[in-house]
Nanobody
């Protein structure tokens, strides 16, 4: 079973950038997609971005498209989320997740079985 650990969150001002990391251990074999989700206080967890572990296209929520970039290292052990032009509404706990999703369901939390503990991102002036 893969274990996921996020890092890189923090308190920033509007317009600033952050880079989140998700370190995977225990093997990623059998997991098709890795995704980023976020959850703001009092709200449901929502999709941010996803990609196949073996590479290919990356998909983003409309709310972050053009501002966030998801990537993965060549060893496929670390996944990154670059957050640019941050807005107060981006404030949330950001989670990394792995699952055996298919493309049509890769934006749904229920398609992911393994989750990290989350990292807090706070955007405030």
């Amino acid at each position: 079973q893969v274990q996921l650990v996020e890092s890189g969150g923090g308190l920033v001002q509007p317009g600033d950038s952050l880079r989140l990391s998700c370190a995977a251990s225990g093997g990623t074999f059998g997991y098709t997609y890795v995704g980023w989700f976020r959850q703001a206080p009092g709200k449901e967890r929502e999709f941010v971005s996803t990609m196949r572990w073996n590479g290919g296209n990356t998909y983003y929520a409309d709310s972050v498209k053009g501002r966030f970039t998801m990537s993965r290292d060549r060893a496929k052990t670390t996944v990154f989320l670059q957050l640019n032009s941050l807005k107060p509404e981006d404030t949330a706990v950001y989670f990394c997740a792995a699952g055996q999703a298919i493309l049509s369901s890769s934006t749904q939390t229920t398609s992911y079985t393994n989750w990290g503990q989350g990292t807090q991102v706070t955007v405030s002036s």
